[in-house]
């Protein structure tokens, strides 16, 4: 089951998924997410990844990217929202997310040009072999730049967190475990 994050749903479930993906970003140095942009600049296109590691190791298979990443952005006034697919290693089908195009962020390079936030929660198997169900809460983020020879350039990461309940007769909260992919990525289609 897919539900996209939304600001304005008034559904507990997206507040708690809400404050867990606050936290989840404050807790890897993010700080304060910037506002969306208005307008925003152009940063649709495909991306191809040129590095990539992963963090963490948890008991279930994390989303992944595969050698490209496409940001579909819409094409309304503002430009503000983008769309993108990664992969389900699980269900081997492709797993749309979609969020927010921001202002960049003080932190960011003085050679940002925009940054992205995209959020989605899910519930499916563990893993292909291990039925057992998981929440997991996706977050992808980063920053897009231009860099000295005028490429686009997007960092970012995509973390992967269970935020599932812990099993009947466990007596205390199980952590959330979560995997992250760092990965860089330069324009090469818009």
């Not at 140095?29 to 969306?36: A, D, F």
């Not at 307008?39 to 040129?50: A, F, H, K, L, Q």
């Not at 927010?100 to 072999?129: C, F, H, K, W, Y």
């Not at 970012?156 to 990965?183: Q, Y």
Request: charged residues 20%; negative net charge.
């Amino acid at each position: 089951m897919y539900r996209p994050s939304t600001s304005h749903g008034t559904s507990p479930r997206i507040g708690i998924v809400s404050i867990l993906a606050a936290s989840l970003a404050l807790a890897v140095g993010c700080g304060e997410t910037p506002p969306p942009c208005d307008p925003c600049p152009s940063i649709g296109g495909t991306y191809v990844i040129e590095t990539a590691s992963t963090t963490g190791e948890c008991d279930f298979t994390p989303m992944l990217i595969d050698g490209s990443l496409v940001l579909a952005q819409e094409p309304d006034d503002r430009g503000s929202e983008v769309l993108t697919h990664i992969t389900d290693p699980v269900t081997v089908k492709q797993f749309f997310i979609s969020g927010d195009v921001l202002e960049p962020a003080s932190r960011d390079p003085d050679d940002a040009i925009a940054g992205l936030a995209m959020n989605a929660e899910t519930v499916r198997q563990a893993t292909q072999l291990e039925p057992r169900l998981v929440t997991l809460l996706i977050h992808l983020g980063g920053t897009i730049q231009e860099d000295e020879e005028g490429e686009i350039r997007l960092s970012g990461s995509l973390t992967t967190t269970d935020i599932s309940s812990p099993p009947p007769g466990a007596e205390e909260m199980i952590a959330s475990c979560n995997v992250t992919v760092s990965f860089s990525a330069v324009l090469v289609d818009d």
